[in-house]
């Protein structure tokens, strides 16, 4: 996107300007930020060509949804076009065209060339989910926003993957009323590494990342002082690994290092991820490895939007009830939506401990997932400390950050 980089310009102004930029090296940060928008590592592989053919036989419908007018676009599948883009032809088989030949037409969206001929591999970044529209600064017309009005992190809670995954899938096929099942806003991203667990979550937002509390862990043996990450504080091992982790499951080392991981017909088990074979056979994987540092120095600078400062935040806040309010949510709330030891500007809102989900009391399909035990697939990416829980990982959930809700 030829846009790209005075975005990135005006992001740091205001990161500047209003104190919000954490990380030291910006040069890291600018690089991290292309990293999220940009950067498949190898995943447009999985979707378009493994994923389609047996044993998955799953082909999403990314040629509907891109194929689909820009100017109805969002309101059929709740994706964010790119603004440097503009409608296709019979020329681009009515793929937008695009400044970026290797945007797709929508934002975190990526095609590439196809080596056998025909459409483009189509493959999906970190952005693809986790950029929406900025709530401070919303699109006049959700079809066509301009760069100002994308938030990197906020989180789209207007995506519609079921739609996207159940596309081409016959009303008839279980795996269809899976999908008809999620949400807007929402996947289940135990879904291609299957955990045999319909639990569908939504897409969490990202900010204030140094104000979350850190957390003594091992990995493998070995000291590790980290966040906590996940619905249920399964990526617990901190930002590079759980990143890793993320782009294993949109793909990357698909064919070398994962399908053989999961598990096969019925009585088959999942096996863990081994990622010292996978760096043996999958350039990508040292690819990604060499970029999740800046990739994560990108994520210690968003910071949560301020709806009180929006053009019209102001009139929806009854100024005498919120000392009230304060007061209601230290009682019954901030036991576990508050750090307790941090100043108001630096508060997330969470201790970002767990709780046994028969605790929590609500849904409990997310925090039954298994990809995180031990001998399962994404075994290299929880700490010890999730193995040794009673349970042997699942059955938990993190007080989840309410910041910038």
């Known amino acids: 996107m030829k846009k790209m980089l005075s975005t990135i310009t005006t992001y740091f102004i205001t990161f500047l300007v209003i104190g919000t930029c954490f990380a ?11 990293v999220w928008f940009k950067s498949t590592f190898g995943g447009e592989h999985f979707f378009s060509i493994i994923l389609p053919n047996p044993p998955f036989s799953l082909r999403l419908g990314f040629d509907q949804m891109l194929t689909t007018p820009r100017d109805s676009r969002f309101d059929e599948y709740g994706v964010i076009n790119d603004p440097d883009c503009t409608p296709g032809d019979a020329s681009t ?4 065209k695009c400044a970026d030949p290797e945007s797709a037409g929508i ?4 095609k590439f060339p196809n080596p056998s001929g025909g459409a483009p591999l189509i493959g999906i970044t970190c952005a693809a989910c986790h950029a929406g ?7 006049a017309n959700p079809n066509r926003p301009q760069q ?3 938030h990197p992190t906020v989180g789209n809670q207007f995506l519609q993957i079921g739609k996207i995954f159940k596309g ?3 009303p008839h096929d279980p795996r269809y009323q899976i999908f008809s099942s999620w949400a807007p806003g929402t996947v289940d991203t135990t879904l291609l590494e299957n955990d045999h667990i319909n639990n569908p979550g ?5 900010w204030s990342v140094p104000d979350r509390p850190f957390f003594d862990v091992t990995m493998n043996g070995e000291p590790v002082r980290a966040h906590r990450g996940g619905q249920g504080g399964e990526d617990d091992i901190g930002c590079e690994q759980a990143t890793i982790r993320v782009y294993f499951n949109i793909g990357m080392c698909a064919a070398e290092c994962m399908v053989g991981h999961l598990a096969n017909g019925p009585g088959g088990s999942q096996t863990p991820i081994d990622l010292a074979e996978c760096r043996q056979v999958c350039p990508e994987l040292l690819k990604a490895e060499e970029s999740v540092g800046k990739l994560c120095a990108f994520l210690q600078t968003p910071r949560p939007p301020s709806l009180v400062n929006t053009q019209e935040g102001a009139n929806f806040i009854d100024w005498k009830v919120v000392g009230i309010g304060k007061k209601v949510f230290s009682r019954a709330c ?13 508060n997330v809102l969470s201790d970002d401990l767990i709780h046994p989900f028969s605790e929590i009391g609500t849904n409990s399909c997310r925090a039954r997932t298994t990809n995180w035990m031990a001998g399962h697939i994404w075994a290299a990416f929880s700490s010890g400390q999730y193995k040794e829980r009673p349970t042997g990982g699942p059955g938990f959930y993190r007080d989840m950050p309410l910041v910038g809700i």
């Open 24 to 34: 030291e090296n910006n040069q890291d940060v600018a690089e991290g930020r292309d």
């Open 93 to 96: 088989s009515y793929f937008d």
């Open 107 to 110: 934002i975190g969206v990526r």
């Open 133 to 139: 529209f900025d709530p401070v600064r919303p699109p």
């Open 148 to 150: 100002e009005n994308i």
């Open 168 to 170: 081409h899938l016959s």
């Open 202 to 206: 939504m897409i969490t937002p990202i």
């Open 334 to 346: 901030a036991s576990c939506h508050s750090d307790g030891d941090r100043s108001i500007k630096h």
